[in-house]
């Protein structure tokens, strides 16, 4: 059976907020938030926490030792190496890539972009991408999901910094901005992009893609810890988000000022 294994990217060393990955929301760090959530997806084989080898991610990997939770260490600004050899060490097939700030992820988005990459052949297949080729869910709730053949190539041809710091723009950043959006009904839309990779952008019934639900800043830490604080434990559903945010439309305005990074914003510490 192939391997599918979530690889989740958390270091300390935020620039807006240091240390997110292990601040609390509702009595649990927030890395714990992601990796329980992760493990809930029927599709995945492991997860695993990477991490860097900076002294400053000691207590991310002490964190994950406490708790039992895979930890592998690697380069704290070549986030693709990073990637690469946390893929290779567990022998992943497929890799589900999420980020240590997205408390709210879902299991189920993640199981359907799994099968989405599988039945569509695809090299990478994501719910949500950068501007401007635009995002349908909220912002939270991201999954990127690529083979380990294709994480090779990339590991091996991306040499622009922002490609070694996020990951995947290699495979999608040279598709015309128009390329991926919905079809009328049909909420997947693909390409093969100048690259050579087939890649699939999968979109929500909505756009919603103007929700903020991740954790970059103070005011979105507050508005996690507001969101959390409605549900009786971590089972719910990214549409239970969905209903309260409609329902109580004033706790979008906790984080409505923040500015969303993009995908050339690089870390230049």
């Known amino acids: 059976m192939p391997h599918k294994n979530v690889i989740i990217q958390a270091r300390m060393s935020s620039s807006r907020l240091p240390g997110k990955v292990l601040r609390e929301i509702a009595g649990r760090p927030m890395l714990g938030w992601v990796v329980e959530r992760a493990r809930r997806a029927q599709t995945i084989s492991q997860v695993i926490v990477a991490t860097t080898t900076d002294p400053s991610d000691d207590p991310v990997v002490a964190f994950c030792r406490a708790q039992g939770y895979a930890c592998i260490r690697g380069s704290l600004n070549d986030v693709l190496e990073r990637y690469y050899q946390a893929a290779r060490r567990t022998h992943a097939d497929v890799i589900v890539r ?10 189920v988005l993640m199981d359907e972009a799994v099968n989405a990459l599988h039945t569509g052949g695809y090299d990478f297949l994501a719910n949500r991408l950068p501007q401007p080729w635009g995002r349908t869910y909220p912002i ?28 995947t723009p290699y495979f999608y950043e040279d ?12 909420r997947r839309a693909e390409v093969v992009t100048p690259r050579g990779f087939r890649i699939a952008l999968l979109h929500a019934p909505a756009d919603y893609g103007h929700l903020r639900w991740t ?14 604080a409605y549900f009786s434990d971590d089972t719910f559903v990214w549409k239970d988000v969905l209903h309260l945010m409609e329902t109580h439309p004033q706790l979008a305005q906790i984080n409505a000022a923040v500015h969303h990074k993009t995908h050339l914003d690089v870390d230049d510490r």
């Open 215 to 228: 954790v970059d800043t103070a005011e979105d830490l507050e508005l996690a810890r507001r969101i959390a």
């Open 140 to 167: 939270g709730l991201d999954v990127e999901v690529f083979t380990f053949a294709a994480l090779e190539t990339a590991r091996e041809q991306a040499n622009e910094a922002h490609q070694r710091e996020h990951v």
């Open 98 to 107: 999420l980020t240590a700030d997205c408390p709210f992820i879902d299991p």
């Open 175 to 186: 598709v015309p901005e128009d390329a991926l959006k919905p079809d009328s009904d049909v």
